[in-house]
């Protein structure tokens, strides 16, 4: 295969135009130099390893196989991060990235079926155990003697957990706890590995004992035999079926029948039930927020992950792909010279930047008010959680649908499985709706807007909603910079919030229940909680890049601000109608911001192949045809479909046995 | 499966709220009674014939066994067909609908490996084969003697036709045509049907003869053994894997190394080659435009029907599902209760209605100005050709993000494959690509729009556009009316043409090219276009309801009016930032507008399940656990995943092999 030694030469053009170091930037983005040979090296291990590599591309596997497959990466995977783990080279810090977006993906590229036992089942038993809970439990999962998955959701139930039906009912006779799926819908639907591959949960169940229904709480079950696999008795499972993506993780279904677990079982860190069936409560509820939010974080930072890889893809593709022409009688052009082209590209480009950055501070924000929380500090939570609702809405959401801007900027090609643009469009999609639903979230970050807006006093201790103090009186004379569309967006956004309370408050008046009134005012909710996130974005980005100054050389620092500016231009351009009306922006100011941002698209041109090298991606990590560094594009779409197994005969024996007869019957 | 038999009670109730007739809406939709008969009793004949069902879910076949089974099944489907026909019921017609939406994806759910056989070889000779062609191939190609294919697309080659790379060299010593194709991007690729079912295609090449290039013509060529359907000497063929949908559709790649073809095999109805090499000239270009305008017309007709069957399913599922509390100590609502879920399903809704009336409005123009094309008059032909641009790609687009709306308003569910939801949205995001990139389409449709806005005196003859010519100069105080919205939407559309038209004439002022001056205004015209396009379809709904007043139920009417209603207050409420610049509009206009939204939203609530009961799909077409008539949901999604080959065993054969092994290792 000689092309894979030459360099497409519009690749070549492209990489010798560009402006600044991309090393530069990939250590910056890595955390240094030696996080980024860190990177590298792991990669190897990985990477390298012929074992891990699936013979036939998965698609064309039968689920079954899939499935199959999966389990044999996944094992060996996991045996190659023990070894690591046997070297001394880090603990659960390397299951982060080897189970993400960078390293998991290129490997089990359809989902891994044992996620759940490293992501959920051991933390759960870390956070949720007691001291002698995890002397019972840890060793056992850490050396994966038995492999867990965490059952919460149900057929019936998702995002609100209150009303999970699953009984646990303790019975004081025997000291057990019995559990049972009283309805289809409590069925448990879902959790990833519980179809076939776990053989222990931890279960969400509605605590009754004493006669008292305690609320949810989590309990360690067997789900299956530790020598045959075979499900206990009372114990109905299997997998749910297929899906949308992430085919290989093995999303599977639970019911019980009168199963029986001892009292010690319950995992009871917080809250108790002693022997007698009495019921300790907790300290506090609060305990548990940590790990959610934890969970949100790493989703703002895989949605940054997986929209650099589709903006790498797109980028080279459009690169090295002619279409049409500009002028007549002159060749054609590479598709990224067309302005609706790079309109398409870029904001996406800028947008993995601004994700990562909200990341970055969402997670120091955490660290400090965890920090703060074992102090018994906890005033500073429900900005936190308002916080971590509104970034993990916006990133997921956007990463998507910039996804599949990015993929359709493909045409045709880009509707290809060997594009590896639909799986990262399916990857990021279901992000939209698991660790809580986009809407429901921003509804939630809208509640604590609206609670901030009628107590004004809070205001000054809220870093992330200080602006609303003062906003609305903000006088805005258009100035082409970045702080200025950040006030704009912030007048903007306390002026949707003000409007939207003030609509509660109409409702009300007129008579209706409060909660009547906000379902009414939902839909203005959500779109203001929506904008304070995309400004708290923005916010977030400047903040950033201002940071960076001292650190970066003055070329990359050009490149990083105008992505920034990008970024800033095309946020406010998105929600123009909104700005025209709460801020005192004119027509001929929205003019001037359309011209900024083609001045942007035009100046972000020459370096965008040399942006996405620096997120440098292992071409075994995009896994695309389109997007390779060696940019040889038709080539690989030529070779990949040579793998089809239909290929591997010239005529399918559905010709002899239904197409031929077919052809010949006689009408 | 005892479930079967009841209707879930959420369901019953919603009905009996219904205040309209809903098979009153039903015929309308059909066009009468008799056609409403005719369907059913078509839908009866091929849903009912069990021979044509799959026995396992296509979803859980490797590709090869998907392909496999395709075939069985679109053999016996023709064959159906067929005898339909010799029964005299219907002939091409009846493909329309076996092919389309409706029917056709209910039996093959991912694509028919024959369908360009119908839909575009056959059209294709009878199109442009001269009479003595006809002869030859047509009733050959009617009886599937033998199959073919349309292989235009190339590797390196989409919407820009004239690019195209594959030479067809006539030889005057052989009076044969050599076919070539000179690079790698030269491939033919995409074509449905010619990875290894069709035998014959249409193959589209640059015409060489005499040393010169005559640009592209249409050859029919043999691909395949007749008798043994092995490739000829000279075919590259193969198919080109997978895909994010329409995984059975066979889509192939060829190559072609110095194959001839009789001279008589290029079709020369309009363009002809002589034996010795002459080529004479088509008289007019202008008469291949119908059929490509006339499958745009069918795309926005199926855009509008798999919006239907998506809206079908989410608010089933809306209505049965269950979830969350508006207020405490109160049973959990129906989603449908929820404002913003509301704000997803319904304005989709009104968007079936708007695509299907668009649809019927383009294809009655179509029929217009080709009847005046056959009396030599083209004059209406660009007003034509730009509005099946801008309709085909507003329709497919906003039905491909109504699509994904949707499916995410049914949470989790909807992410799987049982929801039928994903397979839709793969279908309806194809159609953003092909037959004309959509952004290509809207440039298309720019280019006329500024070609009039530039020749006002051609205005006053083209009703699409006719509104350019004063909209700048009407007055707009606010009315709760459409007529208020149709003419604030003309308004903003003429506002933005002529901004358009002003940057490029701004740029052109400053010394640059006219076409770098368009390139460099082209997201601007990408939008007028796009504005433009909805206002046409706006006004077309108003205008089709208007004329539908004398003619159904009152009942009805005010169902139908509150969906034009919700459609044109939509419509601009996702502009808001070009009405507030370009129209005297205000902010408290705005507010209005949102009001008159959720009172909308409100008023169709309780007719949301009667409206889509009235589309009439049956539970075959939907083939959705989430949509069925009778709403048992969970009942379905548990009987789904028995399905699963997975689910045949109780342990995965991956314990023994690989898991177990993993689990039992000492560290």
Redesign the interface.
Known sequence: MSHKNKINPDLVKERSKCSFNTLELTHLIDGGVEKTNERKSRESFFLDDPSLRSKV?L???????K??EA??QS?LL??KV?ELQ?EGKGGMDNFREILGGQLGSAILKDGNPLTLHYVMFIPTLMGQGTVEQQAEWIQKAW?????GTYAQ?E??????IR?LETIATYDTKTEEFVLNSPT??S?K??PGGL???ANYAVVVAQLHTLGKNHGIHPFIVQL?DEE????LPGIKI????????MNSTNNG?LGFENVRIPRTNMLMKNSRVLPDGTYVQSPSNKLTYGTMIFVRVVLVQDAATYLKKACTIATRYSAVR???????DEP?PQIM????QQ?KLFPQLSACFSFQYAATWLWDTYNNVTGELETGQLENLPELHAAACVLKAVATADAARGI?ILR?SC??H?????SNL?STYGLV??M???EG????LL?QTARFLIKCWQNPQSLQSLPSCKYLLHALNNKLPFQKSVNWIISALQKTAAGKIE?ANRRINERVRKGM?Y??A???????L?QAAELHGRTLIVEIYLATIQKLKQRVSTELMTVLDQLLQLYAVDTILR????????TEVQ?RD??AL?TW??ELLTLIRPNAVGIVDSFDFRDEVLASALGSYDGNV??R??E????????AE??????K?????????Q?
Chains 1, 2 share one sequence.
Not at 143 to 147: E, L, M, N, T, W
Not at 322 to 328: N, V
Not at 437 to 440: D, G, L, W
Not at 575 to 582: N, V
């Open positions: 591309p698609e064309y596997l039968s689920h079954k196989e499935y199959e389990v044999r094992c996991f045996r023990q046997n050396s994966c003697d038995i492999i959701t057929l019936g139930h998702g995002t609100f009303g289809i819908t069925y639907w879902w179809g076939h591959s299956r045959t696999h075979v499900p299997g997998e749910i079926g297929c899906k949308l993506g279904y002619h279409q049409s022409q500009i002028k007549p054609e010279d067309y302005l609706t309109n599949e359709l045409g045709g880009g509707y290809m499985t060997a639909p999609t279901a939209c709706t698991y639903e986009n809407t429901v509804l409007l229940a909660e009547d906000w379902n009414n005012t939902s839909i203005e959500v929600c123009t109608g909104d700005i025209l009306k709460f027509g929205i003019d359309q941002l083609e038709y080539e779409l030529l990949e479909a040579q793998k089809s197994p239909l290929n010239p005529v399918n024996k559905s010709f046995e239904y197409l031929k007869p077919f052809m010949k019957a009408l």
